[in-house]
């Protein structure tokens, strides 16, 4: 089994890459070790079957790739359901393949001395397993230890200590006084957390004990993907199996549990404490791993991955230093780091979740000039001549690569005002090229062509002005106000008399007549959605900063607090994108559907909304969002966020585009320097990314806006209404740096 996150080694062991896949005491990862250990056996065939998250599929393909498994497979979890579920499909996978074959099942990041102590063991309880028990192993203590959960399982006076022997009960991790008692008894062990039995054994088990359990896996397993590089659990399915661990479930519950002593040296590498103690040491008594110089120290576990870590005086303690955090905390209260990560997840800490390479940029404003020639220099020249209708009006929706307009385009009014909002932007930094006259040409045409009767606009009109779609979409309002609140920032006349009304519109065709947000449209049908709030969320902070009035901050804050009661997920840190008209969860897989680039554009907008308001408690919401899109929205092979993945973290559309790549630029903007981690060079290196995969393998002034999730360029054209986003996040940079 190779779950969990391995939170007491943290900052070592994060969420995306638990400790089993370290190497803590040399020889390989965990994992590798664990594997290596099963195929050390000398009889018998051994297929070794792994079961994971599929998040970390890759690594553990990339880890497993020069063993062979014997015919087993990796079996793949879309999301963790405890130990009871991942044992019933392991039983489940062996009636399936193996007939009733017995089953060894044992953690995948456990120290084990060596590998013949081990299989004898193993072997010894072979005869009890055959006979239908369930067999767990025990090992002696050798201390108090209130880290462990124990067995009682007291022999016969006069019995070798190495028979198997009944058990009489499981017992939790006890305190001190209750450790040192077992101690003295000589009756309990540590409770290894492996497990040998019969897969009929384990099955009539279940049936009696945990039948939901049991019935649930086996729907999941049965349809199952059965691909080269493993088994794939179905999400739909497997979320619906009860989450509980297989103590709980069965193990404290059985009748017939026979317990081994173990006759290895076993330690689950839980601690720091328990490092210290595995691990090869000095004359001192200290542990040095990494670049480490230390002087007058003794008994002490030191570790640094990425930087200098120096002590002097140091004792019974343990310091553990990566590129983000640092972790000191005496030996013997190490075991406690937990406490500390579920503080760091409550404030919305990104170290809990991901781990920082090694090869980030520090030197912060690294990529400004690239920045700033590919703006000016690049692409608004190219857009401002290339991109404009001068025989129709308006702008085109679209470019070929070879910078010509995309023939018979239907123009969609989110387009036209994000053209007019990226050329109002580059007035404000200063662009010299002939930006007033570009703005009143798109606003003109809006006005003129995309005016409903009732003062709204229309969605989509064909290329040479006639209205197509007269649909009047929130979406759309959102887009047109934050054109136009930009607009009036940056002089033009016309802007604020359409802002208003435009909010006349709003208010009185598309708010909820219930005041729970606004409707899709103004027939007011369908799936409601947070994105078009998003926006309004975006207009109205942009309104509330040109203006200074309160009452457009007071807009956004109706939408802040529906975002509060709604939108997001407090255990999962998602964002619900597809609603019903009540504002609960969507069925089926839209009820699952999580954007990461929303996921960042919402981060950034809380925070400038957290600024303009007061309300500093946002901040962790948007670390939240952040880190969620981190851990769980990009694509590991090339760093690109995911179109959309599901609730679980897994991917629902693979395609990397353009704007989650800028939005994620905007969000780590805005969370620097708000009492969090540094995360200057992170912008450096999203900048990065979006440069290197999408804009420079494309023709100059343009972008690539689709990878796929192999790394290979998808786009057929060059989208008008992603150049809004690409402004945005790269004259923010510029602000930001210069």
């Not at 790739?65 to 579920?85: K, Q, S, V």
């Amino acid at each position: 089994m190779s779950g969990g996150v391995g939170s007491r080694l943290w900052p070592l062991s994060r969420e995306d890459n638990p400790k089993q896949f370290h190497d803590l005491s040399g020889g390989g990862s965990m994992l590798l070790k664990t594997v290596k250990r099963l195929k050390a056996r000398t009889s018998g065939e051994t297929p070794v079957y792994l079961i994971a998250s599929e998040r970390h599929a890759e690594r553990v393909r990339n880890d497993l790739a020069p063993i062979d498994l014997a015919g087993g497979a990796a079996i793949f979890e879309p999301m963790g359901r405890n130990t009871a579920a991942a044992v019933a499909v392991a039983a489940l996978r062996v009636l399936a393949k193996h007939d009733d074959a017995l089953v060894l099942i044992l953690p995948s990041d456990h120290e084990i001395s060596t590998e013949a102590q081990f299989w004898a063991t193993i072997e010894s309880g072979v005869p009890a397993a055959k006979a239908g028990s369930l067999v767990v192993f025990g090992v002696k203590p050798t201390q108090p230890e209130t880290g462990y959960g124990y067995i009682e399982a007291p022999g016969a006076q006069g019995e070798n200590p190495d028979e198997p022997r009944t058990v009489k009960r499981f017992v939790e991790k006890p305190d001190l006084a209750t450790a040192e008692g077992y101690l003295d008894d000589g009756g309990f062990y540590w409770n290894a957390g492996i497990f040998l039995f019969k897969a009929s054994a384990m099955r009539d088990a279940f049936a009696k004990l945990a039948p939901e359990i049991w019935n649930k896996a086996e729907a999941a397993l049965v349809q199952a993907s059965d691909e080269v590089g493993g088994v794939f659990l179905p999400a739909e399915l497997y979320a619906d199996v009860p989450s509980d661990s297989i103590d709980y479930a069965v193990m404290e519950r059985a009748d017939d549990i026979t317990m081994v002593p173990a006759g290895f040296k076993w330690s689950d590498l839980g601690s720091w404490q328990s490092l210290l103690e595995v691990s090869q040491a000095d004359e001192k008594g200290n542990v040095k791993l990494g670049d480490v110089v230390a002087i007058d120290c003794e008994n002490a576990y030191f570790r640094s991955h990425g930087r200098l870590l120096t002590a002097i005086g140091m004792k019974d303690v343990a310091v553990v230093s990566t590129l983000d955090a640092t972790f000191v905390a005496p030996v013997t209260h190490s075991q406690h780091v937990k406490k500390i990560v579920e503080q760091l997840e409550k404030s919305g800490r990104l170290e809990t979740r991901f781990t920082p390479t090694e090869d980030r940029i520090v030197e912060s404003g690294a990529w400004r000039k690239r920045v700033r020639h590919w703006l000016f220099e690049e692409t608004l020249p190219l857009w401002s001549e290339n991109g404009v209708d001068r025989t129709h009006g308006g702008f085109h929706e679209a470019l070929s690569f070879d910078g010509q307009p995309v023939i018979g385009r239907d123009k969609r009014v989110r387009t036209q005002a994000r053209q007019i909002y990226a050329f109002a932007i580059a007035k404000q930094q200063g662009w010299n090229g002939n930006a007033e006259q570009l703005i009143a040409h798109g606003i003109e045409f809006l006005a003129l062509k995309a005016r409903t009767v009732r003062g709204g606009f229309v969605r989509t009109l064909s290329v040479d002005g006639r209205v197509i779609d007269p649909t009047e979409d929130a979406y759309d309002h959102s887009c047109v106000l934050l054109a136009l609140a930009h607009a009036h920032a940056v002089g033009n006349r016309d802007a604020m008399r359409l802002g208003d009304a435009t909010f006349e519109f709003l208010d009185e065709h598309l708010e909820d007549q219930r005041l729970t947000g606004f409707l899709e449209t103004s027939e007011g049908k369908g799936l409601r959605r947070s994105n078009p709030h998003m926006h309004l969320l975006e207009a109205f902070l942009a309104w509330h900063q040109v203006t200074g009035k309160r009452a457009y901050l007071r807009r956004a804050a109706r939408i802040v607090d529906l975002f509060r009661s709604s939108f997001f997920d407090a255990d999962t840190w998602t964002l619900g994108e597809f609603f019903e008209d009540d504002w609960s969860r969507a069925d089926g897989e839209k009820g699952q559907w999580t954007e990461p680039g929303h996921h960042f554009e919402w981060a950034s907008l809380l925070i400038d909304f957290a600024h303009a308001s007061g309300q500093k408690d946002l901040i962790p919401f948007g670390r939240k969002l952040y880190a969620s899109a981190v851990a769980n929205g990009l694509n590991r092979a090339t760093g690109l966020a995911y179109g959309a993945v599901s609730r679980a973290g897994l991917p629902l559309d693979r395609l990397s585009r353009s704007w989650p790549q800028s939005e994620a630029i905007k969000a780590a903007i805005a969370l620097d320097g708000t009492d969090g981690p540094d995360l200057k060079p992170e912008i450096e290196q999203r900048v990065g990314r979006l440069f290197r995969w999408h804009i420079d393998p494309a023709p100059t002034g343009m972008w690539i806006d689709q990878i796929d999730e192999k790394g290979r360029a998808s786009a057929t054209e060059v989208p008008a209404s992603i150049f809004y986003h690409l402004v945005s996040a790269l004259t923010q940079y510029l602000d930001r740096v210069e």
